[in-house]
């Protein structure tokens, strides 16, 4: 009696109870519904459960209401600030390169210095750091690395002698000229990234850090623990998490993430929002989408002003843009 | 438990942006139509739970979870909504007695906490429902059409809507109430 009871539930009691709770059954129906309801063609409790879902259901159109992608957007740039400084360059780290700079501009106290850079073995270091601007650097082996914006590197006056070693955050692009017998090490928070000669782009992000190769071969491991390693070639590029410590690489597919030193974005096929973001990434602003975007943009910006190329996607796309000091905002 | 306690409180304590951001996306509407509940505005509602993340990144170092994180979420929105609902007494000067009031009437219930659970379940349940099923059931619910509006509308049988909509309760219910089906299941073959 049951296994047939059980299977029979379904269809035919299920129409009756949307009938009964869409009240569309005259009131001999629902006197019927209800005394077969006890007589148990449907369960008590499997009836209050839908009449339960039934009845919370219809007061969730609220849901609707609610634009957590949005308001996302405004916590997250209520913690922003603090997660970028905390990431970009350590606090501690950063005042040590501001004390590092004034010492050097003071000159003469290089004793201070060795004690302010005590993790170089004491000696002379050279500073080199970057606020609001881009700036190029050549080192002493020739090798020529462009620093983005917020970004710093020191080395120390045997660079090139015994070692080819600096200390590095930020953003930059290395071209390393080539030296067989000396390597070049790079050291980052947690990570050594380590070349003969070749170039490629290092980038430290609030949750990874990025090394993607251009040309030659790179190995990129964790500092404490070498085995933790990968060798990359070009076209190549490697995240290490911070949390998890694991390194992540694959072939590259950010056709921009060279954009910060070339200004030249390239899009194919990109999805609207991924093309807005990376603008907006570039321009430091930060973008609010008060649409849902379905188009891909394919095309080439080259250091072209924010509103031109904005007017270039409203032109092709159905979206309006606006856009403040701050803000990149998109509306239908 | 305890020991998924703690991976998210390392998690939260590593600043790490992603991990805010899928805990906001999992409990920021369930927590904002909670607060709603007893701020009745939810205006004031959306801006306490987003303080509360705030709070939750820049007090990382220093949470008191005792129980669950769950709990915690919604103790702490509950929190707020009484502060709130106090500073408003207060600036209309009927502090007394709305405080009175308001320690009488309102402390921590673990069943509201579970009826916006139920609701958010019930919810995401829905979405989870396939195209067309999903499609009528909201129609029905959300914009409050009857069966025979939404079958002109979608050029379907009166019939086929009532089908529709009862996949969609038994899907919903084999769904929401796992266990008890299976419990059921398990008796009725006894």
Known sequence: MSYKRTSKTSQMDFEKIVRFLSNELSDKEKDDFLSD????????????????IWETSSALKKYKMLDTVADWATVSSRLKPRLKQRTRKLPLTTMLYRAAIIIIIAAGLAFGLHKVTSLMSGHESIVVTTDANSREV?????????????????YNNRFNKNNRELFFSGEAFFDVSKNASLPFVIRTGNTTIQVLGTSFNVKEDTCALKVTVVSGR????????????????????????????????????????????????????????DVLSTLANYFDKKLILNINLKDSITGVFENQPLNEILKEIEMTTAIKIEHGQDYIIVRK | MSGELDIIIRKLQSGDENFYKSVFYDYYARLTFFANKYVHDLEIAREIVQDLFVKLYERRFNLHIETNFKSYLYRSVYNSCINHINQVAVREHHHQVIKNQSEEQYTFSEEEMNVSELEHKIYTEIEKLPGQCRKIFKMNRFDGMTNSDIAETLNLSKRTVETQISKALK????????????????????
């Open chain 2, 171 to 190: 899907i919903l219910r084999g769904n929401i109430y796992p266990k008890m089906l299976v419990l059921a299941c398990f008796l009725m073959a006894l």
């Open chain 1, 218 to 273: 790179v190995s990129v491991y964790e500092t404490k623990n070498r085995k933790n390693q990968v060798q990359l070639i070009r076209n190549q590029t490697a995240s290490f998490e911070y949390a998890t410590k694991k390194i992540i690489y694959g072939e590259n597919s950010d056709l921009n993430f060279l954009s910060w030193k070339t200004g030249r974005f390239e899009f194919f096929k990109t999805p609207t929002a």
């Open chain 1, 37 to 52: 309801e006890e007589s148990g063609n449907v369960t008590g409790r499997e009836f209050e459960q839908v009449r339960k």
């Open chain 1, 138 to 154: 050549t080192l002493p082996d020739g090798s020529l690395i462009t620093l983005n914006k917020n970004s710093a590197l020191r």
